[in-house]
């Protein structure tokens, strides 16, 4: 949900291959590496289970209903990896990607495709008054400004279309796009986390994971209880996807484990 909704946004930096991508998050300096098929891997897993960079490749990139149950699969068969290919070949065909457009008459640059698609780098929606830039040299397709130079700072060494691999050239942004901020997001929501002591779920805002015991996570007003969990240290994260950090607990180092609570719950007499 938090995918759909723009709670969390992602960028696709590099495309390996059809079922290989790496994304950055909007709000973290890392990157992270995933492969879709056979066996559904990120370089951010600890465990078997589906993490948000897979359900942004399935729901954003590949566009796939979240109602089908191949978004909620931890492996595919070939049969549903080519459906997938299949479907997005076909929709990047009518976008003319990779397609070389015509020269605009007396000039050489190419003709700018109209805006119709998602942005090949962030893939939300653009509007014609976003900030945006197109490729000049090859494609005409457009993208956001601010998505463009986030792609530049992967490409240092040669900077590319996102879309058709043609030489960009150096990179010009509108005055607009360095000023233009997004509007302000909603509340953060953890759509796959639960507070393990009140079961808030989706867990909203920040999520404090137990550094020894990963599946165990509190919300913001549980992780101020000084009784609820105090015999481990936690991390902080502060949306899905971005570093944690080392989080301190006020009165947890009092509290020790006098009357200490696991899941809520009172666990002495």
């Not at 986030?150 to 150096?170: F, I, Y």
Request: charged share 20%; hydrophobic share 35%.
């Amino acid at each position: 949900q938090a995918v759909q909704d723009g709670a969390v946004r992602f960028f696709v930096v590099r495309e390996i291959g059809p079922t290989s991508f790496v994304l950055k998050g909007e709000d973290s300096g890392r990157t992270f590496r995933l492969q879709i098929g056979e066996q559904q891997t990120c370089s951010c897993r600890t465990s078997s289970e589906l993490c948000i960079h897979l359900f942004f490749a399935m729901l954003k990139i590949y566009r796939i209903p979240p109602e089908n149950p191949i978004v909620w699969q931890v492996s595919l068969l070939d049969d549903e990896v080519n459906q997938i290919l299949t479907g997005r070949l076909q929709r990047q065909a009518q976008a003319g990607a990779g397609a070389k457009a015509k020269p605009a008459r007396n000039q050489q640059r190419v003709e700018r495709r109209p805006v119709e698609d998602v942005c090949p780098i962030c893939y939300d929606d653009m509007d014609p008054d976003d900030c945006l830039v197109y490729c000049t040299q090859g494609c005409g397709n457009n993208m956001h400004g601010a998505c463009m130079k986030v792609w530049a700072s992967h490409h240092k060494e040669k900077l590319t279309c996102p879309m058709c691999r043609t030489d960009w050239g150096p990179l010009v942004l509108p005055r607009a796009a360095e000023r233009k901020r997004r509007p302000p997001p909603g509340p953060v929501v953890h759509s796959t986390v639960q507070c393990s002591a009140c079961s808030q779920e989706p867990l909203q805002g920040t999520r404090y994971q137990c550094t020894s015991c990963p599946c165990f996570n509190l919300c913001g007003a549980c992780f101020q209880d000084p009784f609820i969990h105090t015999h481990h240290p936690f991390h902080s994260l502060v949306r899905p996807g971005a570093a944690p950090a080392a989080a301190e607990r006020a009165g947890a180092a009092s509290a020790g484990l006098t009357g200490l609570r696991i899941g809520g719950r009172p666990s002495g007499p």
